[in-house]
Structures are given as C-alpha cells and as structure tokens.
T-cell receptor, first 112, second 113 residues
Framework: NAGVTQTPKFQVLKTGQSMTLQCAQD?????MSWYRQDPGMGLRLIHYSVGAGITDQGEVPNGYNVSRSTTEDFPLRLLSAAPSQTSVYFC???????????FGPGTRLTVT | GQQVMQIPQYQHVQEGEDFTTYCNSSTTLSNIQWYKQRPGGHPVFLIQ?????EVKKQKRLTFQFGEAKKNSSLHITATQTTDVGTYFC?????????????FGTGTLLAVQP
C-alpha cells in the first residue's frame, strides 16, 4: 500500500493564480482531511470529508474548495492564491472517528 | 473557542536527559492522540488515550491522560538523537461527531549528542 500520496511536493505560485493540490489514499478510508501547517500554529483544519460526496468546512476554509467524487481522492483547490496561503499542506485519512490519522508527505506552497 | 495548548514550545536537551511535554485543553476531551513529526517530514501517529487517568508506555515514551480528561503529557526517558522532532497532541473538537481534530501547537525537541 502507498498509503496517502500528495502531489506536487513543492509549488510556487504568483498571487491570483489558481491550482489544485492532489491527495489520494489506497486504504479505503472514509474520512479525509486537509490541514495547513504554519510555524508556531500547529496544524489547522481546512476542509474535511466523511465519505464520497460529503464535505464540510474546518477552521480555516476561506480561499479553498474541495470535492470528494471518489473514496480515494480528495483534491484541494486554491481559487486565487494569496501570500497568506504560503504554507505546508497535509492531507490525511482515517478509517473513522477516534482512529489515528495517516498523513501524506505534504505539499510546500509558496505564493509570491 | 476550543483550544489545545502545549508547553514548552521548544526544548533543547543533552542526549540521555529526560524530556516532558504537556498538553492542555480548554474543554474535556473524549480521547487524545499524540503525533511525532520529524524535521521536514509529516506527522506520524504515536498513540491514543481514552480513559481518565490512563497511562501507556512505548519503550522509553510514557503517555498520560489526566483524570479530568483535559490534559495529557508525554515523557521521554533518556532521550536519543532519534527523538528529535515536534510532538503534537490532538483531540476531537467539542461536539464533533466526525474526525475533526484540533491539534496542539506542538513542542519541538532538539537533542544534542
């Protein structure tokens, strides 16, 4: 099993550009989440999903969209990149409530 | 709003010394999880505690969940250079019926050989 995979590993965007961060898992987990990690602020939840077709907002959803058309994939879209979105983005999946989360390797995004 | 704080933010130890990080929640938690993130890496699950007062050990690591289920600690005995990284605690959001976790701010551990 590959676990949770994320692409790209690194990305540089100009302000106003849009892009999609890809996330896929092969563990048949229903629950998937996107986090951003900034220095001194831990991991903050952006969006999450409890199954295909079901998504909801986390604590910092503004400027991001998600969709979940399959169990395996959970892409994160940046609509119009801003410097404040410079961060490391982690995707995670879990088999259910109160179970451990498996994280992908992360995408390091810089917006200039 | 609900907050999970960790102290210290940073700790530097000599190899062989002990290390403890503390996690405090503003609300009661149904369970607490601990993760380790190596420099440049991603968080990796270490353990989950569920019961009030629970203590679990993993080799040199001892995890404890407070009686009131609002705090937790991770103690490492005789640190090694392989223990370097950031340690995060995480708990379910209050009233959350899903996997919405709130993560602590993390403690960065540096170990000098």
């Amino acid at each position: 099993n590959a676990g949770v995979t994320q692409t790209p590993k690194f990305q540089v965007l100009k302000t106003g550009q849009s892009m999609t961060l890809q996330c896929a898992q092969d563990m048949n987990h229903e629950y998937m989440s996107w986090y951003r990690q900034d220095p001194g602020m831990g991991l903050r939840l952006i969006h999450y999903s409890v199954g295909a077709g079901i998504t909801d907002q986390g604590e910092v959803p503004n400027g991001y969209n998600v969709s979940r058309s399959t169990t395996e994939d959970f892409p994160l879209r940046l609509l119009s990149a801003a410097p404040s979105q410079t961060s490391v983005y982690f995707c995670a999946s879990t088999r259910g409530q109160n179970y451990e989360q498996y994280f992908g390797p992360g995408t390091r995004l810089t917006v200039t | 709003g609900q907050q999970v704080m960790q102290i210290p933010q940073y700790q530097h130890v000599q190899e062989g010394e002990d290390f403890t990080t503390y996690c405090n929640s503003s609300t009661t938690l149904s369970n607490i999880q601990w993760y380790k993130q190596r420099p440049g890496g991603h968080p990796v699950f270490l353990i989950q505690l569920v019961k009030s007062g629970e203590v679990k050990k993993q080799k040199r690591l001892t995890f404890q969940f407070g009686e009131a289920k609002k705090n937790s600690s991770l103690h490492i005995t005789a640190t090694q250079t392989t223990d370097v990284g950031t340690y995060f605690c995480a708990g379910p959001r209050y009233g959350g019926a899903t996997n919405k976790l709130i993560f602590g701010t993390g403690t960065l551990l540096a170990v000098q050989p």
